[in-house]
């Protein structure tokens, strides 16, 4: 669930790579904002993977907020 990814990322800046492609994760933004927030907060995440993963409109700019914080990426998939 998402909320329990998003404890996850603020609890272990140790993960460099995640993958979440073809998920329905973005359909909530309620929930998708606490998780676009935890990504923007974890300070080791290089490699993101979320293609598929129906991001509505709201989750989309919570989810801009957040990757905008982030220096760096070296993979960044969004696509569909």
Not at 12 to 35: I, K, M, V, Y
Not at 44 to 61: D, N, P, T, V
């Amino acid at each position: 669930s998402l909320p329990s990814l998003a404890v996850t990322l603020k609890s272990n800046a140790t993960l460099t790579d995640l993958d979440l492609a073809n998920n329905s994760l973005g359909d909530q933004p309620e929930q998708f904002r606490g998780f676009a927030e935890a990504l923007g907060a974890n300070g080791g995440l290089q490699r993101l993977k979320m293609s598929g993963c129906k991001i509505c409109e709201r989750s989309a700019e919570y989810l801009a907020a957040a990757l905008a914080v982030v220096a760096v990426w070296a993979l960044l998939s969004l696509w569909g």
